[in-house]
Nanobody
Framework: QVRLVESGGGLVQPGGSLRLSCAAS????????MGWYRQAPGKERKLVAT???????NYADAVKGRFTISSDNFKNTVYLQMNSLKPEDTAVYYC??????????WGQGTQVTVSS
């Protein structure tokens, strides 16, 4: 199995920045999709950004131009650089990794709070 450990969350003022990291361990071969979702209190979990093994990235409209997803060649880590943070970005952020031909794996989540 794949184990995902997120880090980098915390409290930040509007306009600030955070960098989330997700370290994968275990059976991490053949990973073809890595990404981040977030879930605000009382809301559904939503896609934030994804990156595939060919380097293609995709972002939710709400974060385009502010967030950047990247990875270390899909070895073991995926990052989410978050700039110009807004209060609406407050949520638990979940790392997501999918191996080719397998169902996805979720991290435990890291809290990001953007104060008013």
């Amino acid at each position: 199995q794949v184990r995902l450990v997120e880090s980098g969350g915390g409290l930040v003022q509007p306009g600030g920045s955070l960098r989330l990291s997700c370290a994968a361990s275990g059976s991490i071969f053949s990973i073809n999709t890595m990404g981040w979702y977030r879930q605000a209190p009382g809301k559904e979990r939503k896609l934030v950004a994804t990156i595939t093994s060919d380097g293609t990235t995709n972002y939710a409209d709400a974060v385009k131009g502010r967030f950047t997803i990247s990875s270390d060649n899909f070895k073991n880590t995926v990052y989410l650089q978050m700039n110009s943070l807004k209060p609406e970005d407050t949520a638990v952020y979940y790392c997501y990794v999918r191996r080719l031909g397998r169902s996805g794996t979720w991290g435990q989540g890291t809290q990001v709070t953007v104060s008013s």
